[in-house]
């Protein structure tokens, strides 16, 4: 158990909808990072915060967003899903200072 | 061309074999190397971790980095069936306070046979 948590574990919808995946980081992290794992792409970086404030941005598509609140929990925001956006969503955290990163256990996104 | 490599497999081996997984990168700022083992799409956990060139052993793991070659390795020593997975390189670029993105390889799968 590396100490991240997601939720949910698995989701289905449908096309055009909007989804909130929401993780929790490792206990005195703050720095959050966002993947993206698909069949044919890999795990993608999408998006990171730290302490609240975003700090970079990969290949994140417009109609995804993300946020970090003050307890340090983050959400990602996904909206006019489409069928290629069907992977798995990953969060991880990091210690301040320290570049290994923990994952959680992931989010199953099935759009249909 | 992909910033980081990694030859996808599959690689099957018997039990007790040693195992050795390679990627090549092509951005020399990398400066941090890790390895994951990610188990039928669960979340990656995390092996090995290297700073710069050098080798790092834990237990039945060895972690290489040849920077002059952009080069890593990682061997597994009397390989176990329950090292069955699918095993990520990822590096990244930047030592900041805030940490940095990690770039993966697409990750090769192992099988080891009893």
């Known amino acids: 158990d590396s100490g991240v948590t997601q939720t949910p574990k698995h989701l289905i919808t449908a096309t055009g909808q909007r989804v909130t995946l929401r993780c929790s980081p490792r206990s005195g992290d703050l720095s959050v990072y966002w993947y993206q794992q698909s069949l044919d792409q890999g795990l993608q970086f999408l998006i990171q915060y730290y302490n609240g404030e975003e700090r970079a941005k990969g290949n994140i598509l417009e109609r995804f967003s993300a946020q970090q609140f003050p307890d340090l929990h983050s959400e990602l925001n996904l909206s006019s899903l489409e069928l290629g956006d069907s992977a798995l969503y990953f969060c991880?955290?990091?210690?301040?200072?320290?570049?290994?990163?923990?994952f959680g256990p992931g989010t199953r996104l099935l759009v249909l | 061309q992909k910033e980081v490599e990694q030859d996808p497999g599959p690689l099957s081996v018997p039990e007790g074999a040693i195992v050795s997984l390679n990627c090549t990168y092509s951005?020399?700022?990398?400066?941090?190397f890790m390895w994951y083992r990610q188990y039928s799409r669960k979340g990656p956990e995390l092996l090995m971790y290297t700073y710069s060139s050098g080798n790092k052993e834990d237990g039945r793991f060895t972690a290489q980095v040849d920077k002059s070659s952009k080069y890593i390795s990682l061997f597994i020593r009397d390989s176990q069936p329950s090292d069955s997975a699918t095993y990520l390189c990822?590096?990244?670029?930047?030592?900041?306070?805030?940490?940095?993105?990690?770039?993966f390889g697409e990750g090769t799968q192992l099988t080891v046979n009893p």
């Open positions: 990822a590096m990244s670029a930047y030592g900041e306070t805030s940490g940095s993105r990690l770039t």
């Open positions: 951005n020399s700022a990398f400066q941090y």
């Open positions: 991880a955290s990091s210690s301040t200072g320290v570049e290994t990163q923990y």
